[in-house]
């Protein structure tokens, strides 16, 4: 089923413009160079999505959802108390708009990876660009990715029709009302943003307890050309993560690649 756009803008935006293409090199690249604070661009298709860290985000047009929001916060994000915790916000409301549409049992792989049963469904890309008050959020989400597109990724993925119909919500052959979808993740996005200056870390904390999947798990990471295996001991107030590593001690990392150590199950996605 199509993205039914002026739905979306009637039901999901104060203001701001959706732009919805057919195919386009990334919607972070696009809302670089074009649009206004507060608008939105959607692409049912990518040909140049991006991930963090530099990796690419496959982005084939199977029903999967690539949007991005430009942000203008205001004052220059330098300026903004717990601006590093902006990611994670970003990803709690992802998880929360999931929720709305009645999925369970996902959760967030620190910094943002939208998570179900030990494999990524979703990730979000944030970016700062001038003038200073500004970024844009970039959230890809899978919600079809056939085995022949899932076997391009490196990583244990899933598809949130497949976390559906596994929970038997959905029958295998329905499709996801993906309009619904982006509403609920606009909305949710504008509500933590609409907060998020304001927002005291203790709120902040809770909200992301309930959704953390790493914490108290043994991991692994590469840090130095080193491999580390470390127990997850919570966040920061800059939302750095809390690892107590094997000469117990706890160590506070901005970024790493982390593994889980645990098997995974099986799947018809890679494991
Ligand atoms: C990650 O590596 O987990 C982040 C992935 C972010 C992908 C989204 S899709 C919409 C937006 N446009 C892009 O090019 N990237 C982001």
């Known amino acids: ?13 104060s203001g701001g413009k959706i732009t919805h293409f057919k195919r ?9 160079k074009n649009g ?22 496959v982005s084939p047009a199977t029903g999967n959802i690539y ?24 990803g709690i409301a992802v998880a929360e708009a999931l929720a709305d549409i009645g999925l369970q049992n996902h959760g967030i792989k ?14 979000i890309l944030i970016e700062n660009i001038s003038p200073s008050n500004t970024v844009i959020i970039g959230i890809g989400l899978n919600v079809t990715m056939p ?29 996801i009302n993906r309009t619904k979808l982006l509403i609920a993740m606009i909305r949710q996005l504008q ?34 050309k080193k491999q580390i295996t470390a127990i997850v001991a919570g966040l920061d ?11 117990n001690q706890l160590r506070f990392y901005s970024s790493a690649d982390i593994r889980l150590s645990k098997p995974l199950n099986k799947s018809p996605y890679k494991q």
């Open 36 to 57: 206004q604070c507060g608008d939105v661009c959607i692409s049912n298709e990518q040909t140049a999505g991006r991930g963090r860290r530099g990796n690419q985000w």
């Open 110 to 123: 620190w910094p943002n990876d939208i998570y179900w049963q030990q494999k990524k469904m979703g990730g």
């Open 1 to 13: 089923m199509p993205i039914d756009c002026d739905e979306v803008a009637a039901s999901a935006l």
């Open 67 to 90: 949007f991005s929001l430009k942000c203008c916060f205001d004052a220059p994000i330098q300026q903004i108390e717990h601006f590093s915790l902006l990611g994670l916000s970003v």
């Open 24 to 32: 386009l090199d990334s919607t972070n690249s696009w809302l670089q």
């Open 147 to 175: 085995e022949a597109e899932a076997s391009k990724i490196d990583q244990h993925i899933t598809c949130l029709s497949e976390a559906l119909a596994k929970q038997t919500i959905l029958k295998q052959s329905t499709q």
């Open 237 to 247: 107030q800059q939302g750095q993560l809390g690892l107590l590593e094997q000469d």
């Open 191 to 224: 509500s933590h943003l609409d907060k998020f200056t304001s927002l005291a870390f203790g709120d902040f904390k809770r909200d992301w307890d309930k959704w953390d999947v790493l914490k108290n798990r043994s991991v692994t990471f590469q840090h130095k």
